[in-house]
């Protein structure tokens, strides 16, 4: 997922962009959460998962106010 997420280009479609932050926070967690003995490490992909959260809060907010104010 991460090597797929690095080298395909960001997908145009807002909605398949928040997935796939969505998911690449989970990613980051999930290897954050086996990591405990490097700090650095842990503390890096901690830090890489805060920035796809708020992307994929960006983009789910736009997404909800483009669907509320569509007619």
């Known amino acids: 997922m991460a090597d797929l997420a690095q080298t395909a ?3 145009p479609d807002p909605l398949a962009r928040a997935q796939l932050s ?3 926070t989970t990613l ?8 405990p003995a490097d ?13 796809h959260a708020r992307t994929t809060t960006v983009l ?12």
Do not use: E, H, V
């Open 28 to 35: 980051c967690l999930l290897q954050a959460a086996d990591l």
């Open 60 to 71: 789910t907010a736009y997404l909800l106010n483009d669907s509320t104010f569509r007619r």
């Open 9 to 11: 280009p960001a997908p």
């Open 22 to 24: 969505g998911l690449l």
């Open 39 to 51: 700090a650095g490490r842990r503390l890096s992909l901690l830090r890489k998962a805060r920035s």
